[in-house]
Nanobody, 113 residues
């Protein structure tokens, strides 16, 4: 069965960095685009970044452009989100999403001093 397992979340001070990972299994990883979404308390889930199946194309929300980088390693069936210059407004649960229609369980990111 399809599984997406996120890791790497935590508490970080403003200006700090985190790298999220999403390990995928149960499907042909290199055949599907992958995305990171986030959901803050009281807000709708929003797209953060997306990467095409071979990593040749990426898209970012305006709010994270220049600070976040999405990447993938098809040999490891893993997608990453490098988050730099974190701000309190980046606080949310971050979810991995596979284009074939599956979500991970989410990982909490809290940016606070």
């Amino acid at each position: 069965q399809v599984q997406l397992v996120e890791s790497g979340g935590g508490l970080v001070q403003p200006g700090g960095s985190l790298r999220l990972s999403c390990a995928a299994s149960g499907f042909t990883f290199s055949s599907y685009a992958m995305s990171w979404y986030r959901q803050a308390p009281g807000k709708e889930r929003e797209l953060v970044a997306r990467i095409s199946n071979y990593g040749l194309r990426t898209n970012y929300a305006d709010s994270v452009k220049g600070r976040f980088t999405i990447s993938r390693d098809n040999a490891k069936n893993t997608v990453y989100l490098q988050m730099n210059s974190l701000r309190p407004e980046d606080t949310a649960v971050y979810y991995c999403f596979a284009q074939l229609g599956f979500w991970g369980q989410g990982t909490q990111v809290t940016v606070s001093s």
